[in-house]
């Protein structure tokens, strides 16, 4: 198992991650973490931080190169846990998609065709050990594997519960897993204000969000969902939750053109857009056009259109 760990590059992120962990007294890293939890809270209300806005005017960052090296397949929206501010919703706006067993075989397929040499795939959510039919979604993607042999698949997890234990054990050996060992019962893991819309902030209201973030190259890469692809999977997210739904339906129709029309509206909803990384925080956090957004969900869950499946 640490040999699949060490194997995936998010590991180096989730490393990072780590500081988060009380080293000395759990009620001093509290203290600390309401304080900054209540700054984030007032500065998103509130508005803009003048020393990033004009480092921004007189250092302007420039488009971002999305990956073609990896690829993030999302599985599924439905998760047994609710984490603060997860990038999937999955606690403010649950849902039960799965990514077909037939859409399964359009996406490698068209890989395949089209000659697409992923150097890692990313099997992503939700939480994809839930997939009921998780092995025959295995048994394509091997079929992938076979054409690229040097490919990597990861398959990612919160390790929870016993059928994802039951799954994990029966995994391939070719399938790496990246387990984030979270707990049952917490859901507080100090992530980032993916609820904070940037266009919500003054800082960030005005920015060029064709541009993307650094998350687009030091990430999954493109994603692949039900819905279609997208620049990444958080991207997907604001999609199915704002229901844009500007899904690209085929792989041979995702270039720069289009996924740059993607993030225009996408990245403007996406709280990794804002360049402090750092913004992590132990309460859900949520600017108003998420509110308004969760609010609509609520009333009545969007309907997507959907990506083809691959015909028999
Ligand atoms: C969306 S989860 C899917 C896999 C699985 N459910 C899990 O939690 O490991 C993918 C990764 O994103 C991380 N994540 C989710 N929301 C995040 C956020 N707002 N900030 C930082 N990391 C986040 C999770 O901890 C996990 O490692
Ligand atoms: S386990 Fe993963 S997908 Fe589920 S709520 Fe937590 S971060 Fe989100
Ligand atoms: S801002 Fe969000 S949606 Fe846009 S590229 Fe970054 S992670 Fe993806």
Redesign the pocket.
């Known amino acids: 198992m640490e040999q699949r760990l060490q194997a995936c590059s998010h590991y180096c992120e989730h490393k990072k991650a780590k500081k988060y962990v009380p080293e000395h007294s759990a009620w001093v890293y509290l203290n600390k973490h309401i304080v900054m939890s209540m700054y984030y809270l007032l500065k998103t209300k509130s508005g803009c931080n003048l020393y990033n806005a004009l480092k921004r005017l007189m250092f302007p960052v420039y488009k971002r190169y999305y990956s073609n090296n990896n690829l993030g397949i999302f599985l599924t929206t439905s998760?047994n846990?609710?984490?603060l501010n997860?990038q999937?919703s999955?606690?403010q706006a649950p849902a039960n998609d799965f990514m077909s067993v037939g859409q399964m075989k359009g996406v490698v397929n068209e890989a395949i065709n089209l000659k697409y040499y992923w150097n890692r795939i990313y099997l992503t959510?939700?939480?994809p050990t839930l997939h009921p039919h998780l092995f025959e979604i295995l048994d394509i993607v091997k079929i992938y594997k076979d054409f690229n042999p040097g490919c990597v698949i990861i398959l990612e997890t919160?390790g929870v519960g016993n059928k994802a234990q039951a799954v994990l054990n029966k995994l391939p050996d070719w399938v790496l897993v990246y387990n984030s060992n979270?707990i049952e019962g917490k859901n507080t893991y100090g992530f980032s204000t993916y609820n904070v819309a940037p266009k919500d902030t003054l800082e960030y209201k005005f920015s060029d969000f064709s541009k993307g973030c650094k998350r687009l190259v030091s990430s999954y890469g493109l994603c692949a969902s039900m819905y279609g692809y997208y620049p990444c999977s958080p991207c997907m997210n604001v999609d199915r939750v704002f229901a844009f739904d500007v899904g690209i339906k085929k792989l041979s129709l995702v270039n720069e053109k289009a996924l740059r029309e993607q993030m225009r509206i996408l990245c403007s909803c996406c709280g990794w857009f804002k360049e402090r990384h750092i913004e992590k925080v132990l309460i859900d956090v949520i600017s108003e056009s998420w509110e308004k957004a969760f609010a609509e969900y609520r009333k009545q869950k969007p309907k997507l259109s959907q990506l083809n499946s691959w015909p028999d």
Do not use: H, I, P, Q
């Open positions: 998760c846990l609710s984490c997860c999937t999955a606690r959510g939700g939480e919160n979270k």
